[in-house]
């Protein structure tokens, strides 16, 4: 049997609670202006704050790379301007009629994979040159 007798914990002491006071008018309009300054001063950081992130933000790259074709030295701006170009102008005429390029070439959306296949040495991808940090 449990012979130890528990405590009797004995509620504390309250302090009596102050007498709600209205807040004048006076003190509310201190406490808006207060607070208006305080958020307007928040939004001034926060866009002091996104300026500096931009600024230092790195340029990100398209994905694109820039094609030469070494066999007439023109600079296309990406792999499927390239084989668009080269098929208008009737360069590929050859390829075409081989069917290297599918039934409908003008809407072969994967030309310049073929196109590289066919002709590996013909193509080279330009490497671009990043910006300097300032």
Partial sequence: MNTKKSPVKKPKAQAPKPEAVEPKLSDIKLILDALTATVLDHTRQIAEVQEALARKRKPVPNGKVQILDKQTGT????????????????????????????????????????????????????????????
């Avoid at 290297?100 to 590289?116: Q, S």
């Fill in 75 to 134: 600079v296309f701006p990406s792999k499927n301007n390239a084989y668009q170009t080269l098929l208008k102008s009737g360069e590929l005429k050859s390829l075409v009629d081989k069917g290297v390029f599918g039934d409908i070439p003008e809407k072969n959306t994967f030309g310049w994979y073929a196109l590289v296949r066919e002709l590996p040495d013909r193509f080279e991808e330009v490497k671009q040159v990043e910006e300097t940090q300032q």
